[in-house]
T-cell receptor, first 114, second 117 residues
């Protein structure tokens, strides 16, 4: 069984400052981990994914995440927030080798202040 | 990249009527599609797994007679909400997995906002 915990339901940052969205996971198998972004009334867009290659994963729009097995974490970061980054972010875990059984975190709403 | 579309994007229907939502993989074949439901400010909840040419697998608590799923081809799955009621109002999102593709990644549609009056 696997689970995902997004530690913050809401994060607020000023434009131009760093972003940190936290995600911890548990999985019985070597997991694949994903971050998705959802803008209001839109579907999910993949930001980045970890599938047992490099532990530091770079994604789109300047986002990156680091897989830390010892801490069971996969936190999402961005050096400088942009107004367009305001959205809901979901951390997702999948057991290795399976496209099924997605487990979604509860989501983190990112607000970017001018 | 892989694109998934949904139609309609928004629908309003009267209580007691049925509504069909389409999910299409536009540039790839999808042996498996998933249907999710999302309530406001909540995460996605998997409703069912749709496999081409076979019956859908429903998650616990999801009424299969109310949410009819048909995956008639490798590029199309439909979700029909039968005898809709206001509590069925929600955001419905589908996703698709490529056949023999990159493996774990699911590609999500843009969602359908259903409002039952």
């Amino acid at each position: 069984a696997q689970s995902v915990t997004q530690l913050d339901s809401h994060v607020s940052v000023s434009e131009g400052t760093p972003v940190l969205l936290r995600c911890n996971y548990s999985s019985s198998y070597s997991p694949s981990l994903f971050w998705y972004v959802q803008h209001p009334n839109k579907g999910l867009q993949l930001l980045l994914k970890y599938t047992s290659a490099a532990t530091l994963v770079k994604g789109i729009n300047g986002f990156e995440a680091e897989f830390k097995k010892s801490e069971t974490s996969f936190h999402l970061t961005k050096p400088s927030a942009h107004m367009s980054d305001a959205a809901e972010y979901f951390c997702v875990v999948i057991p290795s080798g399976s496209a099924r059984q997605l487990t979604f975190g509860s989501g983190t709403q990112l607000t970017v202040l001018p | 990249g892989a694109v998934v579309s949904q139609h309609p994007s928004r629908v309003i229907c009267k209580s007691g009527t049925s509504v069909k939502i389409e999910c299409r993989s536009l540039d790839f074949q999808a042996t498996t599609m998933f249907w999710y439901r999302q309530f406001p400010k909540q995460s996605l909840m998997l409703m069912a797994t749709s496999n081409e040419g076979s019956k859908a697998t429903y998650e616990q608590g999801v009424e299969k007679d109310k949410f009819l799923i048909n995956h008639a081809s490798l590029t199309l799955s439909t979700l029909t909400v039968t005898s809709a009621h206001p509590e069925d109002s929600s955001f419905y999102i589908c996703s698709a997995v490529t056949s023999g593709g990159a493996g774990d990644e699911q590609y999500f549609g843009p969602g359908t906002r259903l409002t039952v009056t």
